[in-house]
Each structure stands twice: as structure tokens, then as C-alpha cells.
């Protein structure tokens, strides 16, 4: 079991995630790296600049070469990593975290998150003697200061400009006082978009909205978008990988919606792969059903996401339920500029309310079971045979997946940092999805008796 790295790297309020343990960690992280190489970057939270030291006097101390970025998104960082050829990067931003948290999320030489499982070698390094750099060996740290031009023209090489210069949409961009500031007004307006700005300066206090892109932080997103009589609004997180949209009349669109559209354009462009996490909703099933794609399912979190790409051939399209979407051509990691580029051309052909009909309708429902730490996986494997035995379709890649038919399923998953179980259902009515997690969510507590 990991002590410290999560799902995606290390998180924490400062008495969990203080300077002792960034220093740490970061000396086994440039360990684990060869001590090559390493890109370090943060966002504008408060605690941010205190981190980066204690990683950049880590990754020192074991020999590392040291690229300090700056502050900027996570994708941007993600992207440097790759284009330098770097050994590993990290990343202090706590993405959709409220701002008194902050976090460590590390990638390897490719831009691929390092998992729990992946991370756990980094903790064992940790418990090791991990010996000084010999003083010949310390280098000055290189400061890269065109990190956030770089990532925009890659965008922009990459998007179809010809065809958004001359719709001209007119886009809302709710940049939430975070790193999308850097990055998406400039690029949108490089696109030949007419650009309007929320929350557009940087401020670690996150004074215009909380930073996760939800429907109920949006609410200011969504007025303006109809005020303005824009033909888009798009939010992002934090650290600017997950992106969420709000179409021409104001719908917010929850973010495997926005996947889905992301999955179905790549595959309308070309046939292959879509790899997305067990717990992403139907509609991304019946889009690659419709448009040819095969769908190939991953374990809850990013860094699995990227993983599964890398060891299959000819993905399109990947991204997870929270509105994480990747683009291949951009790279592994999940990049919400690259992202809404893509449906800002989208939205030249048709209104996003039009694309959006395109898609089946689900409903879902879902609840918490609190539960003892030492039970869940035993839990777990009961669920599984309660669904066998009933003859369902089970999957047991993160928690256990029940399909029971073409429109209905339900997934049980432990947390991985509480003591409870999330139950999930999804059909094509409330009262279905309700039913069928009212029905889980009852094995779990029959299980656990
Ligand atoms: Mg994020």
C-alpha cells in the first residue's frame, strides 16, 4: 500500500504536505528518475513557491538537472516535459482542490502521470539511503520562460484556424482566477474567436469561483454565455486539465458529455481505439458503437488512462468522467486547451446544443456506504460473486462493474482515501438509476453484515 502518493501523486493540507515531505519525496522522485533531467512547475496557490523549493533542493541534492517552468497549467507542463526529452517533471498544483491544499503530481520522461502503483516505488526509494549528488555534479537551475507560448502554438498548429477565423464564434472562457489564464484567452483569440473573460487573473485565494468545474460553480459561466449570446462557454479546473462546457443557451454539460462529443469527433476524423475509465458513462459506449470506435476500459484515474494508452496501438480519443480528455496528436496527458480548441471548431459546424443532441440521455444516481478500512476488498469480492451468480456481466478492473443490459449498470468502488463505498448506477431513467442503486447499495450492506 502506498503511504503518500494517491491516485495521482501526493495531496494535502499543509500539516500532510509540508516542505519535509516535498523534500523527500522529490529526492527519491529524482532517484527513481535516473537523476536526469527533471521540468518543475507550480500553480499560483499560496503554498505553491514554498513547495517548489523543497522539490527543486531535492531533485538538486541527488544530481538532477532542474528546468523550472514557472507557474503553468498541468498540460502545459506535461507537453515541456516531452518536447525537452526530460528524465520526469512535477507539478505543484492541487487541480480542483480547494486553495488551502496543494499536491505534487508527478510524470514520467513521456507526460504520463505516475500512478499509486508506480509511486510506490518512488516510496521505497524513500526508505532507502539515497546518497548526495557529488558537489561537481550540482548544476544552476535552467529557467524556461516560453513554456505557455510553446503549448499555444502547439494548439495552434494543430487546430483547424482556417475555419474558426472565419465563423468568428464568440466564446466565454471562465479561466477560475487559476493557470487557464495563461494560456486560453490568448489562444482562443489566436484561433480567431471572439473572446469574453471570467475570473481571468490569477489569484491562489480563488476568489470568483471554487476551482472544480461543476454546474454549481458555473452559475455566473452560464448567465454570461446567454447574456452575451455566446455560442460557447468553457470552464477548466485549476491546473487546466479538465475542461467543461456550457452550450449557446446556457446548459452546463457534465464532463463525460463533453468526452463523449470529444470521442465521437476523433472518430468521425478516423476509426480506432477510446480508452476511458470503468466508471464513464454509457454514452461514450454508444458513441464508439455508432462511429466504430472499440472502447477499451481503464481504472478510475488519469494516470491509468495515459498508462492504457501507451500499450495500445491506435487510440483516437481518451478521457475520464470528470472531464479529462486527451488528444492523442497533443500527447498522453488529459489537456483542457486542447480540448476546447477542438470544440471550438466543432461549434463553426453546428450549435453545441445540436451536438449535444447527438447524444443518447442517461440519468444517474449515486450514494456513499460507510464501511470499516480492513473490509473493502472482501466486500468487494462478494459484491462480485452476488452479481455472478445472478448471471450478470461483471468487470472487476477498479471496484466491480455490473452491465445489465445495453442501458443499465451499477459500479461498487471502495474510496481509496476513506472508509466508505461509492454505488453508481446509470439508465435511461432516475427512477431506473435509482432503483438500481438502491438495489447495490443493499447487497453492500447485506455483504457487510
Ligand atoms: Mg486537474
Redesign the pocket.
Known amino acids: 500500500m502506498a503511504k503518500y502518493f494517491g491516485t495521482n501523486g501526493i495531496r494535502g493540507t499543509i500539516d500532510k504536505l509540508g516542505p519535509e515531505l516535498a523534500l523527500g519525496v522529490s529526492r527519491a522522485f529524482g532517484e527513481w528518475c535516473g537523476n536526469g533531467k527533471v521540468v518543475v512547475g507550480r500553480d499560483m496557490r499560496l503554498t505553491g513557491e514554498m513547495l517548489r523549493d523543497a522539490v527543486v533542493s531535492g531533485l538538486l541534492s541527488v544530481g538532477c538537472e532542474v528546468v523550472d517552468l514557472g507557474i503553468v497549467s ?1 498540460p502545459t507542463l506535461e507537453f515541456i516535459a516531452d518536447k525537452l526529452g526530460a528524465d520526469g517533471g512535477v507539478i505543484v ?1 492541487a ?2 482542490n480547494p486553495p488551502e491544499w496543494n499536491a505534487l503530481k508527478f510524470v514520467d520522461g513521456k507526460g504520463v502521470a505516475v500512478s499509486k502503483e508506480r509511486g510506490e516505488e518512488v516510496e521505497r526509494l524513500m526508505e532507502s539511503e539515497i546518497e548526495y549528488a557529488n558537489w561537481e555534479k550540482f548544476r544552476p537551475v535552467q529557467e524556461y520562460k516560453g513554456a505557455n507560448e510553446a503549448h499555444i502554438e502547439r494548439v495552434l498548429e494543430l487546430a483547424n484556424i482556417g475555419k474558426v477565423k472565419e465563423k468568428k464564434p464568440k466564446v466565454v472562457l471562465d479561466c477560475g482566477n487559476a493557470t487557464a489564464c495563461l494560456v486560453a484567452p490568448e489562444l482562443y483569440r489566436r484561433m480567431g474567436c471572439k473572446v469574453v473573460v471570467l475570473n481571468g487573473e490569477m489569484d491562489g485565494r480563488f476568489p470568483g469561483r471554487p476551482s472544480e468545474p461543476t454546474e454549481k460553480n458555473l452559475g455566473e459561466l452560464k448567465k454570461r454565455v446567454v447574456g452575451e449570446e455566446a455560442d460557447l462557454g468553457i470552464a477548466w ?6 475542461v467543461v462546457f456550457v452550450d449557446e443557451r446556457g446548459e452546463w454539460i457534465v464532463g463525460d458529455r463533453g468526452f463523449a462529443l470529444s470521442a465521437m469527433l476523433a472518430l468521425m476524423e478516423g476509426k480506432g481505439k477510446v480508452v476511458t475509465t470503468v466508471a464513464t458513462s454509457n454514452v461514450v459506449k454508444d458513441v464508439c458503437e455508432k462511429f466504430g470506435g472499440e472502447l477499451v476500459y481503464t481504472k478510475v484515474g488519469a494516470p491509468y488512462i495515459s498508462e492504457v494508452m501507451q500499450k495500445e496501438g491506435n487510440v483516437v480519443s481518451a478521457g475520464e468522467e470528470v472531464g479529462g480528455i486527451v488528444w492523442p496528436e497533443m500527447g498522453m496527458a488529459k489537456d483542457g486547451f486542447m480540448a476546447g480548441a477542438k470544440i471550438v471548431e466543432a461549434v463553426c459546424e453546428r450549435k453545441m446544443s445540436e451536438w449535444m443532441q447527438e447524444l443518447p440521455e442517461y440519468y444517474n444516481a449515486k450514494t456513499k456506504i460507510e464501511c470499516k478500512e480492513g473490509d473493502k476488498e472482501k466486500v468487494l469480492e462478494e459484491i462480485g460473486k452476488v452479481a455472478r451468480e445472478k448471471k450478470l456481466e461483471v468487470n472487476t478492473l477498479d471496484g466491480v462493474r455490473i452491465d445489465f443490459n445495453d442501458e443499465e449498470w451499477a459500479i461498487v468502488r471502495a474510496s481509496g482515501t476513506e472508509n466508505y463505498f461509492r454505488v453508481f448506477a446509470e439508465a435511461k431513467s432516475m427512477e431506473k438509476a435509482e432503483k438500481r442503486m438502491d438495489e447495490w447499495a443493499g447487497y453492500v450492506r447485506e455483504v457487510m453484515e
Do not use: F, W
Not at 479546473?237 to 479538465?242: E, F, H, N
Open positions: 498541468s498544483t487541480s480542483h479546473d485549476g491546473d487546466g486539465d479538465r
